[in-house]
């Protein structure tokens, strides 16, 4: 087993589901959530494991879990072979973020928070189908800062139907004076199957203009980078030395286990999938059958295709020298014809050491990203 593994932990229940949200993740099926919670505390404790880096509980909304629920997954990961600087994230919604549960993720060795803001404005949360409130959230950030957690981001939202530059612009700014450790800055993607897909198809979704969602990023990024915040990926923005670990172990193409319902898994080459559907995935576990649905061999070519896509993420780029060494191949032999295309319309840029997205290759990042497909 690869040294240094990342670990990701879904949870698939939340109180409503987000009208943009097409993750795997429900509401409605709380009855199931104990025996969900048992079958995933199964499969961790089962997982062949060395030692973990970074820990994330994804969902889904992991926050909206019942305090005994969270109690069987504490013990399962206090039987974990743990690094001593071990990064441990969970993500939540502000209305399930109360003192209660934010002393019990305390005592389970949590100590990054990410909350899921996405706008500063009542009226776009309920637009977006959120359950939570402004107030709420300050309350559950400054519940947080008082029980002790001093690495916490906060997700934001652009592009929302019915927000304007102003409104972007109030949300980066009073979110900023909080003084988080971390933010997230994400575009909307109206993404098939969602109930703002069917309204886009309606032509009721009221998004704003692809020049304003230009603008808003822009300002994200000029705005943050002027009060000390590093961007180190397209959407992700830190403070010095708060850049999100687990994530990075993703954008470098380094080995993850992913447990729980339609979890991703990156291991010695092999890239695998557990069942998404719920059922199916606790009867599998309960039968002492593997949960995995589909599973793949990476090819040296599908190795080198993600290094290089995941790689241009992050604003430093790809390490030439790293390439070369990791496929025992020249990049310039491989990608040659496509970087120098990309270097001569001023979408790339490279140093001699990284190659790596310019300002206007970040806008048309997936046109970019999509020609380093062999």
Known sequence: MNKGLALYIHVPFCKQKCLYCDFPSFSGKESLMLDY???????IDN???????TIFIGGGTPTYLCLECLEYLKNSIDKLCKADDLEF??????????????????????NRLSIGLQAWQDRLLKNLGRVHTLEQFRESYLSARDIGFNNINIDLMFGLPGQSIEDWKESLINVSNLKPEHI????????????????????KLNLP????????????????????????????FSKPEFQCRHNLTYWNLNYYIGCGMGAHSYVNGIRYRNYEDIEKYICMINDNKSPVAEEHINSLKDDMEEFMFMG???????????????????????????IEKFLKNKLLKSD?????????????SNRVMCEFIL
């Not at 997982?47 to 880096?53: A, G, H, L, V």
């Not at 909307?188 to 198809?201: A, H, R, S």
């Not at 808003?216 to 000390?228: E, P, R, T």
């Not at 992050?314 to 491989?334: L, T, W």
């Open 37 to 43: 919670v048992k079958a995933l505390c199964k499969e």
């Open 47 to 53: 997982s062949n494991y060395d030692k973990i880096n």
């Open 89 to 110: 994230t969970i993500e939540g919604n502000p209305d399930s973020l109360n003192k209660e549960k934010l002393k019990f993720f305390k005592s389970m060795g949590v």
């Open 184 to 203: 997230s800055c994400y575009s909307l993607i109206v993404e098939d199957g969602t109930p703002f897909c069917n309204l886009d198809k309606l032509g």
């Open 209 to 236: 203009e692809e020049e304003d969602e230009r603008k808003m990023y822009q300002f994200a990024v000029d705005f943050l980078k002027s009060i000390g915040y590093e961007q180190y990926e397209i959407s992700n």
């Open 312 to 338: 241009l993420r992050k604003i430093e780029g790809i390490s030439i020298e790293e390439f070369n060494k990791r496929f025992n191949k020249d990049i310039n032999k491989v990608y040659g014809i496509v």
């Open 352 to 364: 001699g050491k990284y190659i790596y997205l310019s300002p206007r290759g970040i806008e048309l």
